[in-house]
């Protein structure tokens, strides 16, 4: 071996270092992620349903609540914020990305610009945000975020979509995206979201799921993205929301799994679920029954949004009074998903979750 070659291998292995490390500590047993980086415009959504107008300041309170309240870390290991919270602090002045630090949680960043339809391909879309990322992601390590989502979107509809082609269109995006989030020292975490709605049965979303991350695997690898520093978000594999055959918990977790040994390689650092549309609930049930198969090559946990905050928003309802029994709601949330990735969440004799 040269001189060179092993000073530009200890070189690397130098850099790739810090990405496993914080893989690792995303990935921490017991703990998950909080995906708490809506847009403002997806914001206000979540804020109309307890009937607040989508006002900075709402938007501000709802962060420090989920952000600041005591006790999280014990079960997050990770939050991912969006572009005006990363740069937010609470009321206090400290800057949320800090608050989360400080805790021992992970701050992350969604970077992605949303989706634009595929010209040519009705019904389906791409993720936009490529240009000046690399510049984005600088600014972004700065602010503390030491990881960053990416979320593409797959539609299932009657026979026809997805297409390859829109796929692997999704797939070059975040593979890209990968590739420049590991040089600049952050954690990609890459996120092909199957939709939930429309009523395909369980077995075309496994199919689907099953060939969307072959193709998103195959071109990762293509581009040299180091996949031990790598984080998958994937949807559940779950008949649509409108199906009239709708599966057991045991049924999603063994098609889930199915799904993932023939796709996703075992250096993989780890597996992290979006919630999608679920109740949370259903999805704290289908998370325990995927732990409940036993140890996998990969470590698995939660990375929701709808399903954490949704319980949070109905506790506090826009009220500073309501603020202590929100924060204790979105700790027992998450002490619950906390429990089903170790197969160990009891919903009988959960009275919370709905
Ligand atoms: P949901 O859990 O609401 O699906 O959101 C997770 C996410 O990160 C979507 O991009």
């Not at 970077?111 to 600014?139: I, Y």
């Not at 539609?155 to 082609?165: R, S």
């Not at 928003?313 to 998450?334: F, I, N, S, Y």
Request: aromatic letters at 8%; one cysteine or more; a negative charge.
């Amino acid at each position: 071996m040269s001189l060179y070659y092993f000073v530009t291998l200890i070189l690397s292995m130098k850099k790739n270092t810090k990405l496993y490390e914080t893989v690792a500590a995303m990935m921490a047993p017991g703990k998950g992620i909080l995906a708490a980086d809506e847009s403002d415009a997806t914001a206000g959504k979540r804020l109309a349903m307890v009937h607040l107008p989508n006002e900075p300041e709402n938007r501000q309170d709802f962060r420090e609540i989920l952000f600041a309240a005591p006790g999280i870390e014990e079960y997050l290991s990770g939050v991912i914020m969006y572009d005006s919270s990363i740069k937010s602090a609470t009321d206090a002045g400290i800057p949320f990305a800090d608050v989360l630090t400080a805790k021992g949680i992970v701050p992350g960043i969604k970077v992605d610009l949303g989706t634009v339809d595929l010209h040519g391909f009705k019904g389906e879309v791409v993720s936009q945000g490529l240009d000046g990322l690399l510049e984005r992601f600088k600014e972004y390590y700065d602010l503390g975020a030491r990881f960053a989502k990416w979320r593409a979107v797959i539609t299932i509809d009657e026979d026809e979509l997805p297409t390859d082609a829109a796929i692997t269109m999704n797939c070059i995006m975040l593979a890209r995206y990968a590739q420049l989030a590991q040089a600049a020292g952050i954690v990609p975490m890459v996120e092909p979201e199957v939709i939930y709605s429309g009523d395909h049965t369980l077995a075309k979303a496994e199919l689907v799921t099953t060939r969307t991350l072959q193709i998103l695997f195959h071109t990762l690898q293509t581009y040299k993205v180091d996949l031990e520093g790598l984080i998958l978000k994937s949807s559940m594999v779950l008949a649509g929301d409108m199906c009239p055959d709708q599966s057991t918990p045991e049924q999603v977790a063994n098609a889930t799994l199915r799904t993932f040994h023939l796709s996703v390689p075992h250096e993989v650092g780890g597996i992290v679920f979006l919630s999608g549309g679920q109740t949370p609930k259903r999805s704290t049930e289908n998370l325990n029954a995927i732990a409940r198969l036993g140890q996998q090559p990969w470590p698995i946990t939660f990375s929701y949004s709808r399903a954490i905050e949704e319980p949070v928003l109905m506790a506090w309802q826009g009220k500073p009074d309501r603020v202590a029994e929100a924060q204790k709601t979105l700790l027992h949330v998450c002490k619950m998903n906390s429990l089903a990735t170790q197969g160990k969440y009891d919903s009988a004799s959960d009275g919370v979750l709905k």
